[in-house]
């Protein structure tokens, strides 16, 4: 294992053991789930006295903060040695330990870029009615070295966003979604498999923002494999790190069973609207000063000037300005203004813009 990645599997073990196995520097995101040291010493009860599910495992009982600030600063150590100078980490916590975290995590060298509020949309109430309800998590979003190009695909969060203007709306850093309920929640004999899974929304939105199809993620707190079954769907690879073997079976089955997408519906990268002056065509031999372009409504001319500007009657300007006083509203002059082809056919100057581009990488 330490000459190859045990890409798509499940690593059954220690986590700081494992991880030391990795070769350096060798995958692309890491998102942790980490105890959250909630030093529960109690059952809890609800007000008719039945017994509340809560998280009481044993992965979860530190002797002290000591202690898990220790063991925390060990995992995120080792995290950090596996990730790429261009990778990311994101961790999520509640209030018991991530603010903990958050100082390991700017000690050790991490630059955080975000932290990020889920907040939950069906919330487990607060039994007692002794403080407020907790109806948040947070995650902390970091690369591993501050200034390195990372991965963040903007556009596809702002398509997440269904917003119905024509460049979409910034993702904002508060998440409504809710718990894992209903289907999604793993069962065993009618028993929560894990009692932290976390909701296939949340990991969807993580790894869709910061990776790319066919990027490694490594969760290092595997549990019932939410991370691994996300990463599948989308054509991400996942290398998984469990230390309990009942995890392990469950995750693995639960895996099994996810059908991976279509490959040519997952590269959601966009590049930049490439941006061609109407004088580079003119440069590039293209078209000519003086040259004839015909507007697409009626039977109107223009005239090509030397700096990129035409000439309509009276008027002159840019071919959307030109376009626009035709027309009376907001034009594109790429695909309302025709010239003359050889064959003497009239075209959209929009295609030589295009046979500008493919000739001319720069562009």
């Given at each position: 294992?330490?000459h190859r ?5 499940i ?7 494992l991880?030391a196995?990795?070769p350096e520097k060798?995958?692309?995101?890491v998102?942790a ?6 030093q529960l010493r109690?059952?809890?009860y ?9 998280v009481d495992?044993?992965w979860d009982?530190f002797?002290d903060?000591k202690?898990?600030d220790e063991?925390t600063?060990?995992?995120?150590g ?6 790429k100078d261009s ?6 916590g509640t209030?018991?330990?991530?603010y ?20 939950k ?14 109806a948040?998590?947070?995650?902390i979003?970091a690369?591993?070295k501050?200034g390195a190009k990372?991965?963040?695909n903007?556009?596809?969060m702002?398509t ?17 979604l ?13 028993a ?5 899974q976390?909701p296939?929304?949340?990991l969807?939105?993580?790894l869709?923002?910061s990776?790319?199809?066919?990027d ?5 707190f595997f549990?019932s494999?939410?991370?691994?079954a996300?990463a599948?769907k989308l054509?991400r690879?996942?290398?998984?790190i469990e230390?309990?073997k009942k995890?392990v079976?469950v ?15 997952l590269?959601?990268a966009t590049r ?5 002056p ?6 590039h031999?293209?078209l000519v000063?003086?040259q004839t372009l015909?507007f697409a409504q009626?039977n109107?001319?223009?005239k090509v ?10 008027e002159?300007g840019s071919?959307?300005a030109i376009?626009k ?8 002059g790429?695909?309302?203004w025709?010239?003359?082809d ?6 959209p100057?929009n295609l030589?813009?295009?046979i500008l581009?493919?000739s001319h990488?720069?562009?």
């Amino acid at each position: 294992m330490k000459h190859r990645l045990p890409l798509d599997q499940i690593l059954h073990g220690d986590c700081l053991s494992l991880l030391a196995e990795l070769p350096e520097k060798s995958v692309d995101l890491v998102f942790a789930d980490p105890p959250y040291n909630l030093q529960l010493r109690n059952d809890l009860y609800r007000p008719n006295r039945t017994k509340v599910d809560a998280v009481d495992d044993g992965w979860d009982k530190f002797a002290d903060f000591k202690e898990y600030d220790e063991f925390t600063r060990n995992w995120l150590g080792a995290v950090r040695r596996v990730l790429k100078d261009s990778g990311t980490l994101w961790v999520i916590g509640t209030y018991h330990n991530i603010y903990r975290v958050g100082a390991i995590i700017q000690d050790l060298g991490f630059w955080i870029l975000n932290d990020v509020v889920w907040i939950k949309s069906n919330p487990m109430p607060n039994f007692r009615g002794v403080r407020f309800t907790n109806a948040h998590e947070t995650l902390i979003w970091a690369q591993k070295k501050k200034g390195a190009k990372y991965t963040f695909n903007h556009h596809a969060m702002k398509t997440l966003n269904d917003d119905s203007r024509e460049n979409g709306l910034q993702m904002r850093s508060d998440w409504y979604l809710p718990l894992a309920a209903g289907k999604e929640r793993i069962r065993v004999n009618g028993a929560k498999a894990h009692s932290t899974q976390k909701p296939e929304a949340l990991l969807y939105r993580i790894l869709l923002a910061s990776t790319q199809p066919g990027d490694v993620v490594l969760d290092p707190f595997f549990g019932s494999g939410t991370t691994g079954a996300v990463a599948k769907k989308l054509g991400r690879h996942f290398i998984g790190i469990e230390r309990d073997k009942k995890y392990v079976a469950v995750a693995q089955k639960r895996i099994d069973a996810v059908q991976p997408s279509d490959a040519s519906s997952l590269n959601v990268a966009t590049r930049k609207p490439v941006r061609v002056p109407f004088g580079a065509l003119l440069e590039h031999g293209l078209l000519v000063p003086g040259q004839t372009l015909y507007f697409a409504q009626g039977n109107i001319k223009a005239k090509v000037l030397a700096n990129g500007h035409i000439k309509c009657k009276n008027e002159v300007g840019s071919i959307h300005a030109i376009a626009k006083s035709l027309t009376g509203a907001p034009a594109n002059g790429w695909d309302l203004w025709l010239y003359e082809d050889k064959d003497g056919s009239k075209k959209p100057i929009n295609l030589l813009r295009t046979i500008l581009i493919k000739s001319h990488p720069p562009f």
